[in-house]
Structures are given as structure tokens and as C-alpha cells.
């Protein structure tokens, strides 16, 4: 039983936990984002990673298994930004093409980008052999933001504007008739070059059209205004 009249000293704080220090992480990930940058990820090594980072072996495992997890750890970190600014646009008011339209370009832009693409390519190369990579890279990114845009018409369906029998196979035709012939050229190396804002407008535009030229059943929903 302790004594009441002995004060307890305050517990200090020690250092975090293993594996829970946020600086150390950051640290590790900063030298992994150079590495993968310098030397491509089938090039790279946790050892290339441990001397960039400036940390030993054994600090890097504490924190991740293997150089695969690192990848996702900063594939997972972009994602989360990117994904909060293009969800935005599904949330503005407004007619139903403006909104698809906004949300169209925003996506396509980022999934046209460079670092974007660089992700893509590397996940195609590491999946034959690692399919859970893949599968773990496509249910986080594209699935989750299919999921999204399927919310959205379900709401507009339901508010009368749009007649979809599949919105899930809608939410997939969308996307991909914002990057007809951007995406997959991106990827290819075929176009070595970010579209311009005037390429993604044209061809968002045109997918917006053609859309609801199909499910489309009001006029605030045909009437882009873009």
C-alpha cells in the first residue's frame, strides 16, 4: 500500500514505442521516395533504402518488412490526399454535368500525371509475381474511388435525374470515357507528356456528352454549361 504522504513523481516520457516514432517513419520514407525515384523499385534494395534514410537494418525492419510495404506505405500517402481533393468534387451542388465534368478532368489530370503513372507502371511490373500487391493497390485506389462515383448517380437516380439499370458498370464506363486515349497511351510510354488542360477538357467534355446522352433524363442533366 503506498504511503499517502510521499508524493509520486510524475511518469517522464520516454521515447516512442519501437516502430511508432512518426519522425523516424517520415525519415524512412523520405530515403525510400529518392531510392524508388533514383534507381526504379526492382532496382532497389531495403540496403540502398537503410543508407539514404540514414537509419541501420534493424531500425528500417522495425518499421516495414520489406521494400513491397514501404512502396504501398507511400503510394497509400499521395493516395489519401489526391483521393480528399477529387471525392471534393462529387460533393459540389450543381447540375449533374457540371459536376461529372469537374470530376472527370480532376481525375483524369491526376491519373495522367507523372508520378501517378510511374505508380501504375511499377504495380504491372511487381504483380505477376506479387499479385497481392495488385489486388491490395487496386481495391485501395480504383475500386474505393468506383465506389464513389457509383454513390453519386445512385443519388442522382434516385432524385429522378438519371436512369441507370447498372450503376456500377456506369461508374466504370464513366471513367474510362474520361481517359479514352490518355491513360493507357500515358502508361505505354506512347504519350511521353501530361495532357494539357485543353486535351483533358476535350475529352472529359465528349465523355460527359456521350454519357448522358445515354442515362441522362432531365434537362439540368444534359445542359453541361461547361
Known amino acids: 500500500m503506498s504511503n499517502p504522504a510521499v508524493p509520486v513523481a510524475p ?10 516514432d512518426p519522425a523516424k517513419r517520415a525519415q524512412i520514407l523520405d530515403g525510400a521516395r529518392t531510392v524508388f525515384a533514383q534507381l526504379g523499385f526492382d532496382a532497389a534494395s ?11 537494418k ?9 521494400k ?26 450543381g447540375p449533374i454535368a457540371e459536376v461529372l465534368h469537374a470530376y472527370g478532368q480532376h481525375l483524369a489530370q491526376v491519373l495522367c500525371s507523372e ?41 442522382q437516380i434516385a432524385a429522378g435525374e438519371l436512369e441507370i439499370p447498372d450503376p456500377e458498370l456506369a461508374a466504370y464506363q464513366f471513367v474510362e470515357l474520361c481517359l479514352a486515349g490518355l491513360f493507357r497511351r500515358r502508361v505505354m510510354a ?16 465528349s465523355a460527359v456528352t456521350m454519357f448522358l446522352a445515354c442515362y441522362g433524363t432531365g434537362s ?4 453541361s454549361g461547361v
Open 58 to 66: 534493424s531500425t528500417i525492419y522495425v518499421y516495414f518488412s520489406s
Open 190 to 205: 506512347h504519350l511521353d507528356r501530361e495532357p494539357t488542360e485543353a486535351e483533358l477538357s476535350r475529352t472529359v467534355g
Open 115 to 155: 508520378p501517378v503513372i510511374a505508380a501504375h507502371r511499377t504495380v504491372i511490373g511487381v504483380t505477376e509475381r506479387k499479385p497481392d500487391l495488385g489486388r491490395r493497390f487496386y481495391d485501395a485506389g480504383g475500386r474505393r474511388g468506383m465506389e464513389a462515383l457509383r454513390g453519386y448517380l445512385r443519388t
Open 68 to 93: 513491397e510495404e514501404l512502396f504501398e506505405a507511400l503510394i497509400s500517402e499521395a493516395r489519401e490526399r489526391i483521393f480528399a481533393e477529387i471525392l471534393a468534387e462529387l460533393d459540389r451542388p
Open 220 to 223: 439540368g442533366a444534359r445542359s
Open 46 to 56: 531495403m540496403n540502398d533504402i537503410t543508407r539514404e534514410a540514414g537509419v541501420s
Open 11 to 20: 511518469r517522464r516520457r520516454g521515447k516512442a514505442a519501437a516502430g511508432q
